[in-house]
C-alpha cells in the first residue's frame, strides 16, 4: 500500500513539470515554488517507498487494500498539490491550499481565490491540470502509464471508477485504462481546437478543456464563460460539458461503430430527456418572463447553465441567482441527479436515478398485482435485488451525510451561513458541483468560509468524488485488520 501511495506521490509531483513550461514562458517567480513542490513531492515520495519495505513483489491487492489505497492516495495528492499554491504565495493558510487542490482533484471547482485573474498563468495551468488528473482518476493513470504496477488493477478501478457499473472494455486493466485515457485525451485536444478556432488563446484553450472534460469548472476568469461573451465559446462549452457526462465506455463504443448500443443505452436515453426537457423548460421560463428580450440567447443561457449543473461541471456563462427561483431549484436537483455512471461527472449518477424509479415502479404493480413475478430491469436485463439493495442503501447513505455535513457546517459557521447556503454549499460539494446557492452563487466564492466549514466541505468533496464507501471504510477498524 505505501507504494502504491509512493507512486501515486510521484506522479503528481513530476506533474508539475508542465506548469513549470508556462512559468519558464512568463519568466514567473512562481517556478522556485514548483522547484520547491517538486522536490517536497519526490521526498515524500521516496519516505512512502521506504516505509514499504522496497522488494520488487508487489503483491495482489484485496478489496479492503483496495479502498484504503484509493482513499489515502487522493489524500496524499491533494497534499501534495497543495504545496505550489502555498510556496507560491496564492494563499497563506495549509487549508486553503488543500481545499483548493481536493476541489481540483475531485473536479468540484469550488475556489478560495478572490482574484483569479490576478494568479500567475503557472498556478491556473496547475488548477486546470489537478481537474485533468482527477477527471480520469489518479488510480487509471497509474495503470494505464505504468503497466509494472502488478497490484490488483481490477480491485483498484472498481473503487475509483465513478458509477455502481465500471466497464472492463477489455480483458487486460491496463488496456481498458489505456482506452479510457485515449477517448479523454482525444476529447481534451478537440476542445481545445474548437475554442482556438473560437478566439481563445491556447493557454486558456487547453485550461478550460482541462476543466470540461473532467467536469471540473475552475476558470482563467473571474467571471468564467461569461468573460468571453461569445455565443460559439458557449456552444461549443455546452457540447463538450454534454458529452463529458457521458460513459466514456459509451464514447468507445461510438467510435469503434457500435451506434444501437449507444442509442438503446437506457442511462443515456434519460440523461439526454432530462437535459433536453430541463432545457426547453427553463428557456421557456426565461423567456416568457422576459429575463431575455432574445429567445436564442435564453435557449443558449439555459442550455449552458442546465449542461454545466447535470454534469456537475460548473461553469458559468450567465448569473443565474438572479434567474426565478424555481429555475434555480431545479439546476440543483439536476446536479443531484448526476451525469451517467462511468463519466467525469459527480452526484447521484443517472443510473441510480433510473433503477430507484424502475424499482418504485415495480413495487406499485407488484401491490397492484401481488401474485405476479416483476423486476426492475436496466437495457432489457433484470436487475438483481442486491443490485437494487445497493442503490437503496447508497441512496440513503447520500442523504444521512447530507444531514450530518450540514449539521457541522451550521455549528461551525459562527452564524456567518445561513441555512440556505449551507445547504447548498453542501450538496455543491458533495456532488462535485462546485458553486452553490445564495452566497456561494454563482459571482462568489469559498474564501469567507471558516477554516473548520472548508475541512467538512473538502471531505464532501472527496466522499462524493469516490461514491463514498472509499472514504467512509477508512474509519472502520475492520478495514484496518488482517
Known amino acids: 500500500m505505501a507504494r502504491v501511495l509512493a507512486l501515486v506521490s510521484l ?24 522547484v520547491a513542490s517538486l522536490t517536497c513531492g519526490a521526498a515524500i515520495s521516496f519516505a512512502l517507498f521506504r516505509a514499504s519495505g522496497g522488494g520488487a513483489d508487489y503483491g495482489e491487492l484485496g478489496i479492503r487494500e483496495a479502498f484504503a489505497v484509493v482513499g489515502l492516495s487522493w489524500v496524499i495528492a ?22 483548493e487542490t481536493m476541489s481540483g482533484l475531485t473536479t468540484t471547482g469550488s475556489t478560495i481565490i478572490a482574484d483569479i485573474e490576478a494568479v500567475p498563468r503557472d498556478l491556473l495551468f496547475w488548477r486546470g491540470m489537478t481537474h485533468w ?12 502509464v505504468l503497466p509494472f504496477l502488478g497490484v490488483g488493477g481490477m480491485e483498484l478501478y472498481k473503487v475509483e471508477a465513478p458509477g455502481p457499473t465500471p466497464e472492463k472494455l477489455t480483458p487486460r486493466m491496463q488496456q481498458t485504462a489505456l482506452l479510457l485515457w485515449g477517448v479523454y485525451v482525444l476529447l481534451t485536444v478537440l476542445e481545445t481546437l474548437f475554442l482556438t478556432w473560437g478566439g481563445m488563446d491556447l493557454f486558456d484553450a487547453m485550461t478550460h478543456s482541462f476543466s470540461t472534460v ?42 469503434t461503430g457500435f451506434w444501437n448500443k449507444v442509442r438503446r443505452d437506457d442511462e443515456f436515453r ?34 449552458f447553465q442546465v449542461t454545466s449543473f447535470m454534469t456537475t461541471t460548473g461553469f458559468v456563462s450567465e448569473n443565474y441567482t438572479l434567474w426565478p427561483y424555481f429555475t434555480q431549484f431545479l439546476l440543483l436537483l ?71 455535513a450540514s449539521l457541522a457546517v451550521t455549528a461551525l459557521g459562527n452564524n456567518e451561513l445561513d441555512v440556505p447556503t449551507a445547504l447548498s454549499g453542501i450538496v455543491a460539494s458533495l456532488v462535485n458541483l462546485g458553486p452553490g446557492l445564495g452566497e456561494l452563487g454563482a459571482i462568489d466564492n469559498y474564501a469567507w468560509l471558516p477554516a473548520g466549514v472548508k475541512w467538512v466541505f473538502s471531505f464532501c468533496m472527496l466522499a462524493g468524488r469516490l ?4 472514504v467512509l471504510l477508512l474509519f472502520f477498524p475492520a478495514t484496518w485488520k488482517r
Open 334 to 404: 439536476l446536479a443531484f441527479a448526476g451525469g451517467c455512471a462511468g463519466s467525469t461527472s459527480g452526484g447521484l449518477k443517472v443510473v441510480r436515478v433510473l433503477l430507484l424509479m424502475r424499482s418504485i415502479w415495480s413495487e406499485v404493480r407488484n401491490i397492484l398485482h401481488p401474485r405476479a413475478v416483476l423486476h426492475a430491469r436496466i437495457n432489457d436485463k433484470v436487475v438483481s435485488p442486491r443490485a437494487v439493495n445497493a442503490v437503496l442503501a447508497f441512496f440513503t447513505l447520500y442523504i444521512m451525510i447530507l444531514v450530518a
Open 467 to 470: 461514491e463514498l464507501y472509499a
Open 270 to 303: 434519460l440523461y439526454g430527456a432530462l437535459t433536453l426537457g430541463s432545457v426547453a423548460l427553463i428557456a421557456a421560463i426565461l423567456w416568457f418572463s422576459a429575463s431575455y428580450p432574445d429567445l436564442e440567447h435564453a435557449t443558449r443561457a439555459a442550455a
Open 11 to 34: 506522479i503528481v509531483s513530476f506533474s508539475m513539470v508542465f506548469p513549470m513550461i508556462w512559468a519558464v514562458i512568463d519568466r514567473s517567480v512562481t517556478f522556485w515554488a514548483f
Open 214 to 255: 473532467s467536469t471540473g469548472g475552475f476558470s482563467t476568469k473571474n467571471t468564467s464563460i461569461a468573460w468571453y461573451r461569445s455565443a460559439y465559446i458557449e456552444w461549443v462549452v455546452t457540447f463538450f460539458m454534454f458529452a463529458s457526462g457521458v460513459n466514456f465506455s459509451l464514447h468507445f463504443l461510438l467510435l
Open 133 to 144: 488528473m482527477g477527471g480520469m482518476g489518479i488510480i487509471v493513470l497509474s495503470l494505464a
Open 78 to 99: 491533494a497534499v501534495v498539490g497543495a504545496l505550489p499554491y502555498l510556496f507560491g504565495g496564492v494563499v497563506h493558510s495549509f487549508t486553503d491550499a488543500f481545499f
